[in-house]
C-alpha cells in the first residue's frame, strides 16, 4: 500500500454518566419519625423550600422551657432587683454622708474641749460601719447588674440555638430545580447517615466522565467533546470540557473531568450512561498510513524489505500520521509483528 492524504482527528476515550447541574444527595442533620413530606419526585423546587418536616416533641419541650427561662431572666423583667439594689446604695450612702458630717462635728467639739473620748470614738465607728456598708452595696449591685445581664444574654442565646435546632428538624432544598429521587415517606426513620433525595438543575445537565491516567495529561479545559448517549444512540452531540477533577481515584486508577453541551438534546435524565471521545487534536490533509503497517511506533517496511526510520505524528484507531521518513509515493509492505 501506499500513505494516504487526509484528515485526521486524535481523541481520548471517556466514559460516564450524565448528572443535573448542582446535583446533590440530600441529608437531614437531625435523626426522628419523618412528620410530613412536602414534594414528590419531579417536584420543581426553589431555594429554601421545605422538603420534609421531623417531629421530635423532645425538642419542642425543650424550646419551650428555654423560652420561659428566657423570659424568667428578661432584663426588664429583672428591673426591679437592680431599682431595689441601687436604692439601697442611695441609702448607705446618705447614712455615710450623715456619719460624716455627725464625725466632723464631734471632732471640732472635742477640739474644744467639749464631749468625750468615747463619743468621738463612737462617731468614727459609726462612719467606718457606714462607709464600709455603701462600699459593700456599690459591689454588690454591680455584681447583681452583671449577674442579671449574663443571665439574660445566656437565656437569649440557648433560646437562640434551640430555635436553629428546630429549623434542622424542618429540611429545606439547597438548590433551585428538580426533586429527581425521593427516598422516604411519612412516618419512617430518617437519620443523617442516609440520603432521602437527589435534588439538581431541572434544565441544565453535566457530562461527568473518567479519563484514564495516561491520557489525562493530553486533556485541556475548553478542548471539544463527541458525546453519544445510551439514549441516543444514533447522534452524536457536541460538549466542551469545561472541569477537570486534579486528583485521581487510586481505585481506578482514573481522573473525572466534566463537560457541557453545546446543544443538549430536548430530553434528559440524570444518569444516562454515555462514550464520549476528547478531541486533542485535528489535522487536515495529513500524510497517513495504517497503524498495523508501523513497527515499534517508528519502522515501516518498503517493497523491497528495507526497515526506514518515520517519525509519526498523530494517532486514532486506524490510521497514524507521519511527519517525515517516507514520502506520498513510497510502497509499504506489512511488516511481520
Not at 463612737?122 to 459593700?136: C, D, I, M, T, V
Not at 439574660?152 to 430555635?163: D, G
Not at 432544598?173 to 443523617?192: A, D, M, T
Not at 490533509?285 to 524489505?305: E, H, M, Q
Amino acid at each position: 500500500m501506499k500513505p494516504v492524504t487526509q484528515d485526521i482527528t486524535e481523541s481520548v476515550y471517556a466514559s460516564g454518566v450524565l448528572k443535573s447541574k448542582n446535583q446533590y444527595q440530600a441529608y437531614a442533620t437531625v435523626s426522628g419519625i419523618v412528620n410530613d413530606v412536602f414534594v414528590d419526585e419531579g417536584a420543581e423546587v426553589e431555594i429554601g423550600s421545605p422538603l420534609l418536616s421531623i417531629l421530635d416533641e423532645t425538642q419542642k419541650l425543650r424550646t419551650e422551657n428555654l423560652r420561659l427561662t428566657n423570659e424568667f431572666n428578661a432584663l426588664n423583667i429583672n428591673r426591679g432587683k437592680l431599682e431595689e439594689a441601687k436604692s439601697y446604695v442611695n441609702l448607705t450612702e446618705s447614712q455615710m454622708k450623715s456619719d460624716s458630717i455627725n464625725l466632723e462635728r464631734q471632732k471640732n467639739l472635742w477640739k474644744q474641749n467639749i464631749g468625750s473620748k468615747v463619743t468621738l470614738e463612737q462617731k468614727e465607728l459609726a462612719y467606718k460601719s457606714a462607709k464600709a456598708n455603701f462600699k459593700s452595696a456599690q459591689e454588690k449591685l454591680g455584681e447583681l447588674d452583671r449577674q442579671l445581664k449574663y443571665l439574660s444574654k445566656q437565656a437569649q442565646n440557648n433560646l437562640l440555638i434551640s430555635n436553629k435546632s428546630n429549623s434542622d428538624y424542618l429540611v429545606k432544598s439547597k438548590v433551585k430545580g428538580r426533586v429527581y429521587q425521593l427516598n422516604i415517606e411519612k412516618g419512617e426513620f430518617l437519620s443523617p447517615q442516609v440520603p432521602f433525595a437527589v435534588i439538581g438543575d431541572g434544565e441544565k445537565y453535566v457530562l461527568e466522565m473518567q479519563i484514564d491516567e495516561y491520557d489525562i495529561v493530553t486533556v485541556k479545559l475548553g478542548m471539544p467533546v463527541l458525546v453519544v448517549l445510551n439514549s441516543y444512540q444514533d447522534s452524536v452531540f457536541n460538549a466542551v470540557v469545561s472541569k477537570i477533577n486534579p486528583i485521581m481515584n487510586l481505585q481506578s486508577k482514573t481522573f473525572t473531568i466534566e463537560a457541557e453541551f453545546v446543544k443538549a438534546p430536548a430530553v434528559l435524565y440524570p444518569n444516562i450512561s454515555f462514550e464520549a471521545n476528547v478531541v486533542i487534536s485535528t489535522k487536515k490533509d495529513a500524510l497517513l498510513i495504517p497503524r498495523n503497517y508501523l513497527l515499534n511506533d517508528s519502522t515501516v517496511v518498503n517493497k523491497s524489505g528495507e526497515k526506514v526510520t518515520v517519525k509519526t505524528g498523530l494517532k486514532d484507531y486506524q490510521m497514524v500520521e507521519i511527519l517525515s521518513g517516507i514520502g506520498l509515493n513510497e510502497e509499504l509492505v506489512l511488516p511481520e509483528q
